[in-house]
């Protein structure tokens, strides 16, 4: 009774402790791979944080590419793009997308409103597709059209036979596709509704197929960073649906992904993977974000436990029988770099390293200092299983003086002719990168 | 009879004209301090987050928590506009002089306030349990405690001394 009664005191302590004796962020290095570094979670009066500045590429300036590459602005002047796919023909398309706009529910919700607006984040999406045809690949686009327009905060894109499925924030979408055209008018049928809702914290929604054409796949990020807009909000969330091309039926494949920004298909074995952004606050380097195959029936952690069964003591009540379940995830990105495109490679345009693996896209977050991410990486892979440490394939979006930011990588794509297709949502370019030709 | 009744009493000898008496009792030329219904407003606030974090720490409903954040915010903006409103009390002679002990209740409280909307910062349980929920309790004792000597931390000219 005597102890009970001390313990809130106990509990205190640290409180008054914490702002003098803050450890700093270990190596990311260490925290990439399938066993990573995981300090004890902790908690803050302010988490270590840094906001860089958004300042726009000046002509002339460019992220940096490894050896062998070269890079090119495709376009510039976009609307906040997000998701590049290729089309068949060649084509491009860029959703031009941002947050529908999340309601403040508490004085913190403010705060992290102007953190936004300086890195760059706030910007209003164009809510549209904007079609690049870029045949020649001079590096200049020929044609630039509005693609489709007076979408809703749309993510996922993908064709299955004649029919484009774009996934706005609330609901998947069906256009006919004829191929060669440049603008579709007609308005989109709805397949199937998304979770979305007045808050939609974590709005997008990434799609890709299967193989065979049947099946589409969906990932859809929490309500929360960990719980704290209640439960209710999480009902169907933090999850990735398989939704039936044909009726538009949908089921939970695998749950307690936090928020699972990239959906693909492994090409060698058609297993499917995620990129998955795990929750913030508890350290600089916790908790890693993951790539991971995702199983059916699948459950990855969120909210309860992180990186298997590392309990999360903010949720309350707790579940021990769903941690006990949690699985552990395959490869972690290191904490706080917020991968948001996953692009397995299909062969070795680039060069003879990327043969197998898959580029992933880290738009880099705030909440870490020093700041982590804001390049983009390749994972190789063996067998089916990413393996070995990341090689940076396009970094420099982050200035020299880590305080300021000309771009942040989003999503990802491989044009006809095998270059990496790069979308910068602050520098709003679509970036190109290729290989240098011998001679050129 | 009347004269001699006149020099019994005290206050005759040291206010000859009678003037003290003339004057309404509470009226002076010294206006009361302003800083007393702020220091009340903000704590009213203050204690009602023990109230939302109680509820919170009972069903784990989130938006108990959402108010407690709102209030202890609110109730600190509150007692911010105390400390100026004090500071000009002292400046315009309102205040003679500060009680200190009311004074270091009500300042602890802040401070402890201000911890605790850090803590409510944080995301779902713990931003209550059991930290925030603690300092709520300890600046609901401390507030009380000042609050039953009166919200006014200084000593007015206006009341004579008295608070």
């Known amino acids: 009774m005597r102890m009970t009664s001390l313990r809130p005191v106990a509990a205190l302590l640290p409180v008054f402790t914490l702002a003098a004796c803050s450890p700093g962020a270990g190596d990311p290095a260490r925290q990439y791979g399938p066993d990573p570094y995981l300090p004890e979670a902790r908690e803050y009066l302010l988490p270590p944080m840094s906001v860089p500045k958004a300042i726009d590429w000046k002509a002339g300036e460019a992220p940096t590419v490894s050896a062998g590459l070269k890079v090119e602005a495709l376009a510039t002047g976009l609307e906040h793009p997000r998701t590049l796919y290729t089309l068949p023909n060649g084509d491009i398309l860029v959703v031009e997308t941002n947050s529908p706009g999340t309601e403040a529910y508490r004085p913190k919700d403010f705060i992290a409103g102007s953190v936004k607006a300086r890195a760059g984040a706030a910007a209003k999406g164009g809510n549209r597709i904007t079609l690049l045809r870029h045949a020649d690949g001079d590096g200049k686009p020929e044609l630039r059209t509005v693609f489709i327009d007076h979408l809703h905060s749309p993510y996922g894109i993908v064709l299955v036979g004649d029919t484009l499925y774009v996934a706005n924030t609330d609901a998947i979408l069906a256009f006919k596709y004829v191929p060669g055209v440049t603008q579709i008018t007609s308005p989109g049928v709805k397949l199937t509704e998304l979770p979305a809702g007045r808050l939609d914290h974590h709005w997008t929604k990434s799609m890709t197929a299967s193989a065979d054409g049947s099946k589409l796949y969906v990932g859809v990020g929490s309500n929360s960073n960990i719980t704290e807009n209640g439960m209710e909000v999480e009902e169907g969330r933090a999850a990735i649906y398989e939704v039936d091309r044909l009726t538009g039926a949908k089921r939970i494949f695998a749950s307690g992904t936090r928020n699972p920004t990239s959906v693909a298909f492994e090409p060698q074995t058609q297993q499917l993977f995620a990129v998955v952004n795990e929750r913030d606050e508890i350290g600089p380097d916790l908790v890693p974000d993951y790539l991971t195959s995702i199983r059916q029936g699948g459950f990855y952690g969120w909210p309860y436990s992180y990186w298997g069964n590392h309990v999360d003591v903010r949720v309350h009540p707790q579940r021990p029988d769903l941690v006990a379940q949690a699985i552990k995830p395959d490869y972690a990105l290191s904490s706080h770099v917020a991968p948001l495109s996953l692009l397995f490679s299909e062969g070795q345009h680039l060069s003879p390293a990327f043969a197998d693996g898959a580029f992933i896209s880290e738009h880099g977050s705030w909440d870490r200092s020093p700041l982590n991410g804001y390049q983009v990486i390749f994972v190789s892979f063996m067998n089916g299983l990413p393996v070995g440490k990341p090689i940076p394939v396009v970094t420099g979006f982050l200035g020299t003086d880590n305080e300021t930011v000309h771009g942040r990588p989003v999503g990802l794509a491989l044009d006809r002719g095998g270059a990496l297709l790069v979308a910068d949502d602050v520098g709003n370019t679509v970036w190109r990168v290729s290989a240098i030709q011998p001679g050129s | ?163």
């Open chain 2, 1 to 163: 009879m009347l004269a001699q009744n006149s020099s019994d009493n005290p206050a005759s000898s040291s206010d000859p004209q009678g003037k003290q008496m003339r004057r309404p009792i509470g009226l002076s030329d010294a206006a009361a301090p302003l800083h007393g219904g702020f220091i009340g407003a903000g704590a009213v606030l203050l204690i009602a987050a023990f109230g939302t974090d109680y509820i919170y720490y009972t069903t784990a409903l989130w938006q108990w928590a959402n108010f407690s954040a709102w209030l202890i915010t609110a109730g600190l903006i509150l007692m911010l506009v105390a400390v100026l409103l004090l500071l000009i009390d002292f400046a315009t002679g309102r205040a003679a002089r500060l009680k200190t002990s009311s004074f270091i209740l009500v300042a602890a409280a802040a401070v402890l306030s201000l911890v605790n909307a850090f803590v409510h910062s944080r995301d779902a349980w713990t931003s209550v349990v059991p930290q925030g929920i603690f300092l709520s309790a300890v600046s609901t004792i401390l507030l009380v405690i000042a609050g039953a000597r009166g919200w006014s931390l200084t000593m007015s000219r206006a009341t004579g001394g008295r608070p």
